[in-house]
C-alpha cells in the first residue's frame, strides 16, 4: 500500500508550473527528486507540505483524502520538511528553535531544563551530541544550522519527510550521519522525499529516482536501472518545438575581458571575453555565482576583501582599465544590467511607466534640471509602442502590469539609456511564452546592432536558442565555455554539476535562495 | 471626455475641505472666530512651522526622519540674536549666519546618514541634543531681546495685511512643490523613497540625493529660526522644542508616507494650517491646553487612518484591474 499519492497534481501560477504530476510514495522509500533549476521540484514540495494549494489535482495520505490547509496542518498529519532556506531565529538558543513549536511549560513558564534535555536528545540524532543546546543560534556554522534544522524536523514523529537539497551546507562526515538517520527512519516505515542536484548524494541513498522537467515527471525509475548520464540526459530533455530561429552572427571585437577575476567566496578564478554583437550565455545552477559574476561586472558590490583580477574595456582597440565601484560608475561606461529580482531591485512599483523607463536617463528629457513632461511622455509612449507594453495608459503605476510587461518597461528603460554591454539576469521568469519570444527577438536585434549582450539562465533550452556561445558556472568557477554547435544539453549540464560532484569541492554559497 | 473639472487640483482637494470644515464648525460654534483678527493670527503664527514642514516632506520622502529641526530652530535663532548684539552686524549677515547653520547641521545629519547607512532616527536624535545643547551655550541660557531690528519681517505689511515672512513661506511651499513635481532631483527623490536599490542598480548615485534631502531639512529649520526670531522679537534657546513632532504630525496629516516615495509640499502647508486652525479654534471655544492635546492628537490619528483608507481603495483597483485581465478567456 502506498502511504502518499498524488492525482493529476497541477499548480499555474502566471504559467503552469505543475502539469498533472502522478506519484506514488511507499513506506520506508527514499525518492530522489531530481530536475533543473524551475521544474517544479520546489513546488511540488511546497504543494505536499501544505505551503501552497494545488490548483488541480489531488493527494491521499494513507488511502485518505489530505488536503492540508497549511504547514501546521500537513505536519499535524505527519507531512514536515526541511526547507532549503534556513527558517532559524537567531537570538534564539539551539535548544529554543528545535522546540519553538511546543515549549514545555511549567506553570506558564518556559521548563528550560525539560526543553535543553529535549532539545539534546533531539541534536544527538544529527550527531551534535557535543553542542550546547543553550548556545545562541547565530554562533553556529551554516553546516550546523543546517543540522539543527534537520534534527527540529526529525525529532517530531512524521510519516513523510521531505528534504530539499539537505546536504547543500554540509560537510562529508556530516553528509554520513544524516544518511544514517534517514535509513534509521527508513526502517521506521518513513517515506522521505529527497529534493537534490547532487548525482553522489542520490547515487548513495535513493531507491527510486523520479526526474522532473517542465513541471512533468519524465522519468521514474529504480535506482539500480539508472546512470548518471542518463539522469543528466532526463532533466536537460532535448529541445521542444522553437518556431524561432536566429541565423548566426558574426562575432564582433572584444568588449570586456575580465582577467583571473575572483571575489571570494563566490566568485573563483574567472577569464571570460564578452564580445560585440553576440549573445553570450551564462548557465549553470542556483548558486554558481552567476548572479554575482554580474554584479562583480556592474559594480553592484563593495569588492570583498581578498578580491584579485582585472577587467578592460576595449574601446576603438583602446584597452582601458574598468574597476567599477559603484553600478553609477559601470553605466558611465556603458554597461547595464537587468537584475533578476524585478520587484525589489528594479521596478518602481507604485510610479508611473513612463517614470520607470525615462529614470536610467533623465537627462534625455529634461534640461537644466527641469523635466519636459510633454517630451518625458512622448519618449515613454515610443518605448511603449516599440516594446508592445500593454497597459492602460503610460501614467499608470507599473505594479499594475503583468510580470512580462513589467519586464518590458524594463528593458525598455535601459534600451532608452543606450549602453555597449547589457547583461540581463533571468529575463524571461515567469513570464509567458509570446513574451519571451518576444525579448528573444529583441536580444537578437540588439546584438545585431551590435551591442554585447550576456543573459544568465536556469533554463538551457533558453541559453541554447538564443547564444553564440555559453560559459557555463559551477561552484563559482567557469567550467567550461562553449561556442555554438559545440554544445549539447547533457554537456550543459554536466558541466554545470562538475564542481559539485568533486566532493568536498561544495561551493560555499549554495545555500542561497532556489526557485 | 474634456471635462473643465480636470483642472481642479485633486491631490490638493481633499484636505482643502477637511480645513474649510473645521473653519466653518469653529465658525458654528464661536462667535469670534470667522473674524480678519483670527486669521492674521493664524497667518503671522504658521510660517516657522510652514517652512520646516517643507524640509520634513522632503526627508520623509527618502523613508528619513529629521528629529533635529526643533533644537536647529533655536540654535539658528541663538546665532542670529549673538550675530546682531554681540558682534552689531546688519539683520542680513544675521540671517545668513543662522540660516547657513541649519543648512550644516543638515549636511552633517545627511552625510552622517547617507555614507554609514546609520538609521536618520538616530542620527538627528543627536543632533536633537547637539542642536539645543549649542542654543543654550550661544545664548548662556537665556532668551535675549532682540526688539526692533528683527520684528519687521514678522510684522503685518500695510494694505496687505501679511507678514513678509509668511509672504516667504508660502513662496517657499509652491517653490517646494515644482521642484518635487518638476525636476530630476524631485524625481530622484521620489523614486529613492519608492526603492533605493533599484534607483541605485540604475546607476544613479543616491548618497547625494539623500543627503541634499536632509541639507533642505536642516536649511528650513534655520530660516525657521529667522521668522520665529522675528515673531518674538526675542532669541529664545528654549524656542521649538517638540517642534519636530508637530511638523512631523503636518506632513502625515498631508498625507505624506513615513515609508517614503509619496508626499506633497503643498498638502503639507495644508497639514500646517489645520493644526494651527485646531489650535487657535480649540483655544477660542474655550478648550483648556490638556483638551487641546488630546483631540489634536486624535485629529493626527484619525487622518493617517483616512489616509490608508484611501490609498486601500488604490490599491483594491488596481487588484480589480489585474483580476479582472487574468479572468479574461482569451488569455489563458
Same mark, same amino acid.
Given at each position: ?5 498524488? /492525482?493529476?497534481?497541477?499548480k ?16 520506508? =522509500? ?18 505536499? +507540505? ?30 514536515r ?27 506558564g513558564?518556559?521548563? %528550560? ?11 544527538a ?12 543560534? /547565530? ?57 537534490? /542536484? ?23 525509475q $529504480? ?28 562575432p564582433?571585437? $572584444? ?51 581578498? +578580491? ?13 582599465? %574598468? ?6 560608475? $559601470? ?34 528629457v ?39 510587461n513589467?519586464?518590458? $518597461?524594463?528593458?525598455?528603460r ?25 525579448? %528573444? ?23 541554447? /536558442?538564443?547564444?553564440?556561445r ?6 563559482? =568557477?567557469i ?5 555554438r554547435?559545440?554544445?549539447? =544539453? =547533457? ?25 | ?9 485633486w ?34 503664527? &504658521? ?17 528619513? &526622519? ?63 541634543e547637539?542642536?539645543r ?13 532682540l ?29 517646494g ?51 520665529h ?11 521649538g522644542?517638540?517642534l ?60 493617517? &487612518? ?15 484591474v ?5 479572468n479574461r478567456?482569451?488569455?489563458?
Amino acid at each position: 500500500m502506498s502511504l502518499l499519492e498524488l /492525482h493529476g497534481l497541477g499548480k499555474t501560477f502566471n504559467a503552469a508550473v505543475l502539469k498533472g504530476i502522478d506519484l506514488t510514495l511507499a513506506p520506508g =522509500e527514499v525518492l530522489a527528486l531530481m530536475g533543473a533549476n524551475g521544474a517544479g521540484k520546489s513546488t511540488l514540495c511546497n504543494i505536499i +507540505s501544505g505551503q501552497l494549494a494545488a490548483s488541480t489535482g489531488s493527494m491521499r495520505l494513507q488511502g485518505l483524502d489530505y488536503q492540508p490547509g497549511g504547514v501546521a496542518e500537513a505536519e499535524r498529519l505527519g507531512v514536515r520538511m526541511v526547507r532549503q532556506e534556513l527558517s532559524q531565529i537567531n537570538q534564539l538558543s539551539v535548544a529554543e528553535n528545535i522546540g519553538l513549536a511546543h515549549l514545555p511549560k511549567r506553570w506558564g513558564f518556559v521548563d %528550560y531544563p525539560r526543553l535543553n534535555q529535549q532539545a539534546s536528545q533531539a541534536l544527538a540524532m544529527v550527531g551534535l551530541e557535543s553542542l550546547d543546546p543553550t548556545t545562541p543560534m /547565530h554562533r553556529l556554522g551554516v553546516g550546523q544550522q543546517q543540522l539543527v534544522e534537520i534534527a527540529k524536523t526529525i525529532s517530531q514523529p512524521c510519516k513523510i519527510l521531505l528534504l530539499d537539497e539537505p546536504t547543500a551546507a554540509l560537510t562529508d562526515p556530516q553528509i554520513d550521519i544524516l544518511f544514517q538517520q534517514i535509513r534509521r527512519l527508513q526502517k521506521q516505515a518513513v517515506a522521505i522525499l529527497y529534493i537534490s /542536484h547532487r548525482l553522489a548524494d542520490i547515487e548513495r541513498i535513493a531507491d527510486t529516482v523520479t526526474i522532473l522537467r517542465d513541471g512533468n515527471i519524465v522519468s521514474r525509475q $529504480a535506482k539500480a536501472d539508472i546512470s548518471a548520464e542518463q539522469i543528466v540526459k532526463d532533466m536537460s530533455g532535448v529541445a521542444s518545438d522553437q518556431a524561432q530561429h536566429f541565423a548566426p552572427r558574426p562575432p564582433g571585437d $572584444a568588449l570586456l575581458t575580465l582577467t583571473k577575476v575572483s571575489r571570494p567566496p563566490l566568485l573563483n578564478n574567472i577569464n571570460l571575453t564578452i564580445r560585440r554583437g553576440e549573445i553570450l550565455g551564462i548557465g549553470g545552477l542556483i548558486g554558481a555565482g552567476r548572479t554575482e559574476l554580474l554584479r562583480a561586472i556592474f559594480g553592484a558590490d563593495l569588492a570583498p576583501a581578498g +578580491s584579485q583580477g582585472e577587467m578592460t574595456i576595449t574601446r576603438a582597440q583602446k584597452a582601458q582599465a %574598468y574597476a567599477p565601484a559603484s553600478p553609477a560608475q $559601470a553605466v558611465a561606461a556603458g554597461i547595464g544590467m537587468i537584475a533578476e529580482d524585478r520587484k525589489q531591485q528594479a521596478a518602481l512599483l507604485p510610479l508611473a511607466i513612463k517614470h520607470n523607463i525615462t529614470l536610467a536617463k533623465l537627462s534625455t528629457v529634461s534640461g537644466k534640471g527641469w523635466i519636459n513632461s510633454t517630451k518625458e511622455a512622448a519618449t515613454a509612449g515610443h518605448w511603449q509602442q516599440a516594446l508592445a507594453i500593454k497597459c492602460d495608459h503610460i501614467d499608470q503605476p507599473i505594479g499594475e502590469l503583468s510580470g512580462g510587461n513589467q519586464q518590458k $518597461a524594463i528593458i525598455a528603460r535601459w534600451l532608452l539609456r543606450d549602453c555597449d554591454l547589457l547583461m540581463f539576469d533571468e529575463p524571461t521568469r515567469g513570464i509567458d511564452v509570446h513574451t519571451k519570444r518576444m525579448i %528573444y527577438q529583441l536580444l537578437d536585434d540588439l546584438a545585431r546592432a551590435g551591442k554585447a549582450i550576456v543573459v544568465v539562465s536556469s533554463e538551457s533550452e533558453e541559453l541554447t /536558442h538564443l547564444c553564440d556561445r555559453i560559459a557555463v558556472m559551477s561552484a563559482g =568557477e567557469i567550467t567550461r565555455v562553449f561556442n555554438r554547435g559545440q554544445w549539447s =544539453e =547533457e554537456q550543459l549540464m554536466a558541466a554545470a554539476c562538475e564542481n559539485f560532484l568533486i566532493p568536498g569541492r561544495r561551493p560555499q554559497a549554495s545555500v542561497g535562495p532556489s526557485l | 471626455m474634456k471635462s473643465p473639472l480636470r483642472y481642479l487640483p485633486w491631490e490638493y482637494l481633499g484636505l482643502f475641505c477637511v480645513l474649510l470644515a473645521l473653519i466653518g464648525l469653529f465658525g458654528l460654534l464661536s462667535d469670534h472666530f470667522l473674524t480678519l483678527l483670527t486669521f492674521t493670527t493664524i497667518a503671522n503664527q &504658521i510660517p516657522a512651522l510652514a517652512v520646516i514642514a517643507i524640509g520634513m516632506t522632503f526627508v520623509l520622502l527618502i523613508a528619513g &526622519i529629521d528629529l533635529s529641526v526643533g533644537s536647529l530652530l533655536a540654535l539658528s535663532g541663538a546665532l542670529i540674536g549673538w550675530v546682531l548684539v554681540d558682534w552689531q552686524q546688519s539683520i542680513l549677515v544675521a540671517a545668513c549666519v543662522g540660516v547657513m547653520a541649519g543648512a550644516v547641521c543638515g549636511l552633517i545629519n545627511g552625510f552622517i546618514s547617507a555614507h554609514w547607512a546609520i538609521p536618520s532616527f538616530i542620527v538627528t536624535l543627536g543632533m536633537l541634543e547637539i542642536g539645543r545643547g549649542a542654543a543654550y551655550l550661544t545664548t548662556g541660557s537665556q532668551t535675549h531681546y532682540l526688539g526692533a531690528s528683527v520684528s519687521a519681517i514678522a510684522t503685518p505689511l500695510p494694505g496687505l495685511g501679511l507678514s513678509p515672512s509668511l509672504v516667504l513661506a508660502v513662496l517657499l511651499v509652491v517653490i517646494g512643490q515644482v521642484v518635487l513635481s518638476k525636476t530630476v532631483f524631485g524625481r530622484y527623490l521620489i523614486a529613492v523613497g519608492t526603492n533605493e536599490e533599484a534607483v541605485r542598480l540604475s546607476g544613479i548615485k543616491t548618497t547625494p540625493i539623500k543627503i541634499a534631502a536632509f541639507v533642505i531639512s536642516g536649511l528650513m529649520a534655520g530660516l525657521g529660526g529667522l521668522f520665529h526670531v522675528a515673531y518674538l522679537e526675542s532669541a529664545d534657546p528654549n524656542a521649538g522644542i517638540g517642534l519636530e513632532l508637530s511638523a512631523i504630525a503636518a506632513v502625515v496629516i498631508g498625507g505624506t508616507s513615513l515609508a517614503g516615495g509619496r508626499g506633497s509640499v503643498v498638502n503639507s502647508f495644508l497639514g500646517v494650517l489645520i493644526i494651527a486652525v485646531l489650535q487657535t479654534g480649540l483655544a477660542q471655544v474655550g478648550a483648556s491646553e490638556p483638551t487641546k492635546r488630546v483631540i489634536t492628537g486624535v485629529v493626527i490619528v484619525v487622518a493617517v &487612518i483616512l489616509d490608508v483608507y484611501r490609498h486601500r481603495a488604490g490599491d483594491f483597483k488596481a487588484y480589480a484591474v489585474r483580476v479582472f485581465r487574468l479572468n479574461r478567456p482569451a488569455s489563458d
